[in-house]
């Protein structure tokens, strides 16, 4: 069974851009989350979705969306890059039975910002 | 809110030699726990989780962690550490009602030592 796939693995990008990361659930996992990892901060949670809605969201601005699409795929995008952006996003999912609740995680995407 | 602190930023630890890792948590409702490895440039794995029943929770490659409610704890242990288990390991907590949101504490490298 595939897991969690993420694309890319890395990317450097330039103030002010923006840029989309892309994550594949595991085939049947609705829920999808996403979470930052910085050396300072650790890991922080930017949002999840289930179905296309995103029922979760995280304190970070506006600059940080994301969506899901029918097949569960999901993508955040994050506009105007700055320099703090720089970090490894990480994506999760989730089955929908509570009895075997517990998120897998990708091996993520690493954003550097110059 | 929930939060979750690990003491130890750092474990140095000899190869064969038992070792605990400090997890506490905040939280005013019930959680569930987790406990999460993360080896160099690679995303998180987890290794065991605590949803209900049983206090002892055991989990993939030998560690095994103990829930404790009065002192809100989960603290990992494994009796013999190899040279392949130096990664770092977080712990995290997530609300029983809202449990597609994961709060992390800020992780502890553990270093074995042949």
């Known amino acids: 069974k595939a897991g969690v796939t993420q694309t890319p693995r890395y990317l450097i990008k330039t103030r002010g851009q923006q840029v989309t990361l892309s994550c594949s659930p595991i085939?049947?996992?609705?829920?999808v989350s996403w979470y930052q990892q910085t050396p300072g901060q650790g890991l922080q949670f930017l949002f999840e979705?289930?179905?296309?809605?995103?029922?979760n969201k995280g304190n970070f601005p506006g600059r940080f969306s994301g969506r899901q699409f029918s097949n569960s795929r999901s993508e955040m995008n994050v506009s105007t890059l700055e320099l703090g952006d720089s970090a490894l996003y990480l994506c999760?999912?989730?089955?929908?039975?509570?009895?075997?609740?517990?998120?897998?995680f990708g091996s993520g995407t690493r954003l550097t910002v110059v | 809110a929930q939060s979750v602190t690990q003491l130890d930023s750092q474990v140095p630890v000899f190869e064969e030699a038992p070792v605990e890792l400090r997890c506490n948590y905040s939280?005013?409702?019930?959680?569930?726990l987790f406990w999460y490895v993360q080896y160099p440039n690679q995303g998180l794995q987890l290794l065991l989780k605590?949803?209900?029943?049983?206090?002892l929770v055991k989990g993939i490659n030998g560690f095994e962690a103990e829930f404790n409610k009065s002192q809100t704890s989960f603290h990992l242990r494994k009796p013999s550490v190899h040279i392949s288990d130096t990664a770092e390991y977080f712990c995290?907590?997530?609300?029983?009602?809202?449990?597609?949101?994961?709060?992390f504490g800020s992780g502890t490298k553990l270093n074995v030592k042949p």
């Open positions: 085939s049947g996992h609705r829920s």
């Open positions: 939280s005013s409702v019930s959680v569930y």
């Open positions: 979705y289930f179905s296309e809605t995103q029922r």
């Open positions: 999760a999912s989730r089955p929908d039975r509570l009895d075997n609740y517990g998120y897998t």
């Open positions: 995290a907590v997530s609300d029983t009602h809202n449990f597609n949101k994961f709060y």
């Open positions: 605590y949803l209900s029943g049983s206090t």
